[in-house]
């Protein structure tokens, strides 16, 4: 009988795992525990970073799956007002695209919770594309989620990203053809973002009445999980959208949530407490 294999030393087995990407090894997990997975969108530096940083632990906490932080811009294009006003208090509040690094940092040292930066290319571009890839990554940021650069424009960009380690998220809409779903879900990585409406994020009375057949026609392209947003803003909702994808993304709601409570001592109790309802509804069995 031949003899067991040898066990992996030691430190490779670390290499191994610092190699992997936290967004990839959490929908891993999710994929072998059959649960959905559940990202949360917040705009960083609301109303502060320090803050920022207690909501990051406190999700982590209440089993958000990824974050997703929205990086101020003073033109965001793809957002609705609620995710406006959280993107103004974050300028006033001083979250420049080196602070929230710094900030993603300190949440690094009290959490292993994906983290994605929902931000405009503007941004990145200014602060130098190579630069900023590579502090991202030092930081602990595991992807991008640029909203204004399509994968047509990204040559030069992903192989930057691959070479750092991160994922490359691309958005999917409702109007995308085909053909086009068919090059964005070759080129992305981590997950695919389908925005299930059509126009800006903000919260909705009613999901859309499409998401399962454009989540199928989707996963004809990719093996890569599909995560829909835009418009969820209660647990109904999360757990209609849920039935028909790997995950769900949750922004406006949430950030109503920080709005609401401001500086209260109890805002990231109560947002925390809020999303959890969220949390439960999305992983409850189908």
């Not at 929205?70 to 974050?90: H, I, K, T, W, Y």
């Not at 695209?97 to 993603?104: G, H, S």
């Not at 200014?126 to 630069?131: A, F, L, M, N, Q």
Request: proline content about 6%; hydrophobic content about 45%.
């Amino acid at each position: 009988m031949a003899a067991p294999p040898s066990p992996l030393p030691r430190y490779w087995i670390i290499a191994i795992l610092l190699a992997m990407n936290r967004i990839d090894e959490r929908f891993a997990w999710l994929k072998r525990e059959q649960q959905k997975g559940f990202v949360v969108y917040i705009g960083a530096g609301d109303p502060d970073l320090e803050a920022t940083r207690q909501l990051a632990l406190a999700f982590d906490r209440v089993g958000v799956d990824v974050l997703e932080l929205g990086v101020p811009f003073s033109d965001p294009l793809a957002d609705g007002l609620v995710n406006q006003l959280a993107a103004q208090r974050g300028l006033e509040s001083g979250a420049t695209p080196a602070r929230v690094l710094e900030t993603v940092a300190a949440i690094r040292r009290d959490s292993q919770i994906p983290i994605v930066f929902y931000i405009y290319y503007n941004l990145i571009h200014r602060y130098g594309v190579e630069k900023f890839i590579t502090d991202a990554a030092k930081s602990g940021v595991d992807g991008l989620l640029i909203l204004d650069l399509p994968p047509e424009e990204s040559d030069s960009y992903e192989p930057l990203m691959r070479r750092a380690g991160l994922c490359v998220i691309y958005l999917i809409a409702p109007t995308t053809p085909e053909s086009r779903i068919e090059i964005i879900a070759r080129r992305g990585s981590g997950f695919i973002y389908y925005v299930s409406r059509e126009g800006v994020t903000g919260m909705q009375t009613e999901v859309s009445n499409t998401i399962a057949q454009m989540t199928a026609k989707i996963r004809a392209h990719t093996h890569l999980p599909i995560a829909v947003g835009f418009g969820i803003s209660n647990p109904e909702q999360a757990r209609a959208v849920a039935a028909n994808a790997e995950a769900i993304v949750v922004g406006s709601a949430i950030v109503n949530q920080i709005s609401k409570y401001g500086r209260s001592p109890e805002m990231v109790a109560r947002t925390a407490e809020f999303t959890g309802t969220l949390v439960k509804a999305a992983k409850e069995k189908q």
